[in-house]
C-alpha cells in the first residue's frame, strides 16, 4: 500500500454491498469522484460506503461518513454500520462500539452467534423534520400517489426519518411484483421530499411480520436497506398494522434474507439486529477511485 491509498473491504449487509474503508490517521476524505468511479466498476458496484475516521467526540470509536452510488453523502445506513462493527470487532476483538455519524451517536454490538445489533436511534415523524414540502398533522398517512387518481397503483404512504427521509407504501401483494425501478425515481425526487427520499413497499403479512423492497435514494434499486427497514417497522407499528417488534423480510435480499427490528417503548429508541458478511479487501486511492485487489484476498487482482 502506499501513501496514497487505504485499505478496503468488499462487505455486504442481506446483499446490501458496502464498501467499509479505513480512512483513520488521514484528514481527507473519499471524494464523490472516487465513489462514482468505484461505483461503476462491477468488481467494486457498491450500494453505500462507509468510510471510517479518526474519533471527533469523546466517547466515540469513529466518525462515520457515508457516501451513496452517485457520491452524495448519507446521513445513515443500518446494513453498512453493521458491516463497520464486523471489521472492526475482526480487527480488535471488541464487542461494543459507539459511532458518530452526520445523523448523531449509534450505539451497535456484535453477538457471540454473529449477529450484530445497531441502535438506530429514534424515529422522526414532524412533516417539517422529515421533511415534507408541505404541512401534515399526521405523517402515519400523508397524500401522495402514482397512477390513476381513480384507481392508483401506489398511495397515502407514512412518512419517518430514521435520519433520512422515508416513504412507506403499504400494498396488498408481494413487493416483488411492482415496477418499483419505474416508480422509484419519481418518488425519490418528488416534490414532496425536498431532500428526496427513500422509497419502500412493505407487505405486512402477520403482525410481527413483514415483506419489504426498497429505491434507495441516491442509490437505486438496492438489495436491501436498513434504516428502510427500521422505517417500515415503526411505520407498521404506528399504524397498527404490527407490534413494536417485528420480523422485516427484504423480499430483494438473497434468499429474502431478514432483520428483527425493535422499536423500543421504554426509550422510543429503534434497534435493528442482523448479518454482515466480508468478501474480500483491497486498497484505494481515496481521492480517484483507482483500487487493486488484496494478495490476501481471492485470487485474481484486479485494477480500476
Known amino acids: 500500500m502506499t501513501a496514497a491509498t487505504v485499505e478496503f473491504a468488499k462487505m455486504n449487509g442481506l446483499g446490501n454491498k458496502i464498501l467499509v474503508v479505513d480512512m483513520r490517521g488521514r484528514a481527507d476524505r473519499v471524494s464523490p469522484r472516487a465513489a462514482v468511479s468505484l461505483a461503476g466498476n462491477p468488481e467494486t458496484a457498491f450500494d453505500q460506503i462507509m ?27 443500518g446494513n453498512g454500520t453493521r458491516c463497520v462493527v464486523q471489521a472492526l470487532a475482526a480487527e480488535t476483538g471488541r464487542k461494543t462500539f459507539t459511532f458518530q455519524t452526520i445523523a448523531g451517536i449509534l450505539n451497535a454490538v456484535e453477538h457471540e452467534d454473529g449477529t450484530i445489533s445497531v441502535d438506530m436511534g429514534e424515529p422522526v415523524f414532524e412533516w417539517n423534520r422529515i421533511p415534507l414540502a408541505e404541512e401534515f398533522h399526521d405523517t402515519s398517512r400523508i397524500e401522495l400517489q402514482i397512477g390513476p387518481i381513480d384507481a392508483p397503483i401506489l398511495h397515502s404512504p407514512s412518512a419517518v426519518s430514521m435520519g433520512n427521509p422515508h416513504a412507506i407504501f403499504w400494498v396488498d ?21 425536498p431532500e428526496k427520499a427513500n422509497i419502500t ?86 481521492a480517484t477511485g483507482a483500487w487493486q485487489r488484496s494478495t490476501l484476498s481471492e485470487s485474481g487482482a484486479s485494477a480500476s
Open 51 to 77: 468510510a471510517i475516521h479518526d474519533p471527533k467526540l469523546p466517547g466515540t470509536d469513529a466518525y462515520i461518513d457515508i457516501l451513496n452510488c452517485d457520491g452524495t453523502r448519507a446521513q445513515a445506513c
Open 201 to 286: 413497499l412493505a407487505q405486512v403479512t402477520a403482525p410481527d411480520a413483514m415483506t419489504t423492497r426498497t429505491w434507495e435514494r441516491g442509490a437505486g434499486l438496492t438489495l436491501a436497506c436498513g434504516s428502510a427497514a427500521c422505517a417500515a417497522a415503526v411505520s407498521g407499528a404506528r399504524t397498527g398494522r404490527t407490534g413494536r417488534r417485528v420480523t422485516v423480510t427484504v423480499a430483494s435480499s438473497p434468499n429474502r434474507q431478514a432483520l428483527t427490528i425493535e422499536w423500543r417503548e421504554r426509550d422510543n429508541r429503534v434497534v435493528m439486529t442482523g448479518p454482515a458478511e466480508w468478501e474480500w479487501s483491497g486498497t484505494l486511492d481515496p
Open 173 to 193: 401483494r408481494d413487493p416483488m411484483t411492482f415496477d418499483l425501478d419505474r416508480f422509484g425515481p419519481l418518488l425519490e425526487n418528488h416534490p414532496m421530499f
